[in-house]
């Protein structure tokens, strides 16, 4: 049995230069195997938000050209991942509930080290269950979307075969399992059959 390979998790690290060797450091030391992109500036980081997908996103605020909470904002809207803010404490009580509102996690700085480490740490579970649960969320889509299309198969062999409901259901599993095709293969030709006449 094959072993399945996870990829290496995104990270956006937003920060002016002055703070970005110091978090890249501590990022690499108490969570290995992290890919981290950095953006020094919000400019920076929209362009890279507006074309790619990150786990999570740190911001290191204020940045240079700006204090930070908008970009959050659109992070957390724009990235399916988690958004951590670092703010300054005098400014945490004014904006907290409204980020936090939002999903964005927000510590104080002077940032204490183990605070840090123990949010970017919950963020990854977080994430990994999110993936879980949007996967899980994609095949039960999948499997309501088979069930609508074999029922409409179903409904235009009634109309168009005058078959009662159970000899139409039993007609495409038979017919399915005679062709070696799924059931939703199967409605999908008996719905492009009788949709032209």
């Known amino acids: 049995m094959s072993e399945v390979v996870l990829e290496p998790e995104r990270l956006l690290l937003i920060s002016a230069e002055k703070g970005q060797k110091a978090l890249i450091q501590l990022l690499n030391v108490s969570q290995p195997g992290l890919q981290i992109s950095l953006a020094v500036s919000g400019a920076d980081a929209r362009r890279i938000l507006l074309a790619q997908d990150f786990d999570f996103v740190l911001i290191n605020a204020p940045l240079l050209d700006e204090n930070g909470q908008d970009l959050a904002g659109l992070a957390a809207g724009r990235n399916s991942g988690g958004v951590l803010l670092l703010l300054k404490s005098e400014r945490l009580s004014l904006v907290q509930p409204r980020l936090e509102e939002q999903g964005i996690i ?51 062999l009634i109309a168009n075969c005058g078959f009662s409901e159970e000899q139409a259901h039993d007609s495409i599993e038979k017919t399915a399992m005679n062709r070696r095709i799924t059931k939703l293969q199967l409605a999908e030709d008996i719905v492009k059959k009788y949709s032209k006449a």
């Open 106 to 156: 927000v510590l104080p700085k002077p940032l204490n080290r183990a605070a840090l480490t123990e949010a970017v740490a919950l963020v990854r579970i977080m994430n990994r269950r999110l993936r879980r649960l949007r996967a899980d969320n994609l095949r039960q889509r999948q499997k309501l979307e088979e069930l609508r299309l074999v029922s409409r198969a179903k409904c235009l």
